[in-house]
């Protein structure tokens, strides 16, 4: 098997510090409520094969948003790859892998910062109450063995370095921080953390909705718990990775004024009333130490968009489906409540990229602080999509706003 190592990879990653800064910028001006120059476009692409019938990078790499629009790294088909196994496995393999994402985000360009992560799945937290993980060969690892109901109470919170999945995060990002120490533009960012409503699903499946009704005071202890751990593993991670309490990288992005992310899928499924009492306390409980931070949900929220707009420690919302959302509604929501949207608008079928390009910038005309835009074909479709050079891209949307 030709594999290729850390070095040729790292050798092929070409980081432009003036392109990268710009869209710092460009982004930190959103968490200051302050107006960019320019609405910052993440703009990247993730190279893909077909495997076990699957296509697309999310198969074989453990990452997290895979960007459109950029330039192709041809380099990347001239080697072997490893199974997402074999990455959980070999924090070498996962650097290898993760890696290639940087090289086409690198030599595109746009506003995206330069940062991947240790990716151990969304059951990093749930391992540390002793929970198992299982996976396929190309398949996402899975929280798997739970443990009884009052087990989950008994976590040791002054031991979680050595809990779980915890250890092989920190290998992680140790190893990694190593390979970047000539490329300071690079980043490894936080463990997929997930949030306090999303954990106790993992921990309790469908009878974490009993629990809120049945047995309350479990619940909210659990929540407790759950945010305690969240909290201290953050603070934790933050210091291995060198970074602030109240800033971050993650993936394209760039953070300050609030250096955690929260994950909220679950909650779509509880009404208004009900995500007001049983999730959304716990999701600001585990921001706030932070600055604050940003939320992240798939599926529709409309439901629930008020409560993130409404609390102070949210400052941004990434929607997981963004297809489904009316932007031309939504951002005028962002805007008067002084938070912005990482994401966008999809690019419709048949709709041409100038077309599209113009949508989105006639959305931001009274707000154009309000979204980090990230171009996307098809929602869910992974497929790469067609687009121009991203250079006529970036410029078709820079002339938009002059």
Not at 210 to 215: A, E, G, L, P, S
Not at 231 to 256: F, N, S, V
Not at 329 to 348: Q, S, T
Request: aromatic fraction near 10%; proline fraction near 7%; hydrophobic fraction near 35%.
């Amino acid at each position: 098997m030709n594999y290729a190592e850390p070095h040729c990879v790292l050798d092929l990653l070409e980081p432009d510090a003036e392109r990268i800064e710009r869209g710092r910028r460009r982004q930190a001006a959103l968490w200051r409520h302050e107006t960019p120059d320019c609405p910052p476009m993440v703009l990247g692409r993730s190279e893909s094969r077909q495997a076990a019938d699957k296509v697309g990078p999310q198969y074989l790499r453990l990452c997290e948003h895979q960007l459109r629009g950029g330039r192709a790294v041809p380099e990347y088909h001239q080697f072997d790859h490893y199974t997402l196994r074999q990455q959980f496995n070999d924090p070498r393999a996962m650097l290898v892998e993760s890696l290639w994402d940087m090289i086409g985000w690198a030599r595109t360009p746009g506003d995206q910062q330069l940062s991947f992560r240790p990716n151990y799945g969304v059951g990093t937290v749930a391992s540390v109450f002793g929970c198992g993980t299982d996976m396929g060969e190309n398949d996402m690892p899975w929280v798997a063995d739970r443990p009884a109901k009052d087990k989950l109470l008994e976590v040791d919170l002054d031991r979680l370095d050595g809990a779980g999945l915890i250890p092989r995060v920190i290998e992680f990002i140790q190893l990694a921080r190593e390979a970047l120490r000539d490329l300071p533009r690079v980043h490894v960012f936080m463990p997929d953390l997930q949030g306090p409503m999303n954990t106790a699903f993992l921990l309790r499946q469908q009878d974490v909705f009993f629990d809120m009704v049945d047995d309350p005071d479990y619940y909210h202890r659990l929540m407790e718990i759950v945010c305690e751990i969240y909290i201290r593993l953050t603070r934790r991670l933050k210091a291995e990775l060198g970074e602030p309490l109240d800033a971050a990288y993650h993936g394209a992005m760039y953070m300050t004024k609030g250096g955690a992310r929260v994950v909220d899928d679950v909650s779509i499924m509880l009404s208004p009333r009900q995500y007001e009492e049983y999730s959304l306390p716990y999701a600001r409980k585990c921001l706030a130490p932070f600055g604050g931070g940003w939320i992240h949900s798939c599926g529709d929220i409309s439901h629930q968009l008020r409560f993130y707009l409404e609390a102070p420690e949210i400052k941004c919302v990434n929607f997981g489906e963004p297809e489904k959302y009316d932007f031309a509604e939504v951002l005028p929501r962002f805007a008067a409540a002084g938070k912005f949207c990482y994401g966008g608008p999809v690019r419709r079928a048949g709709e041409a990229v100038a077309d599209y390009l113009g949508r989105v910038a006639g959305y931001l005309r009274t707000g154009p602080n309000t979204l980090i835009f990230m171009p996307r074909y098809g929602g869910q479709d992974m497929s790469e999509g067609d687009w121009p050079d991203p250079a006529d891209t970036l410029a078709w949307w820079e002339d938009a706003f002059r």
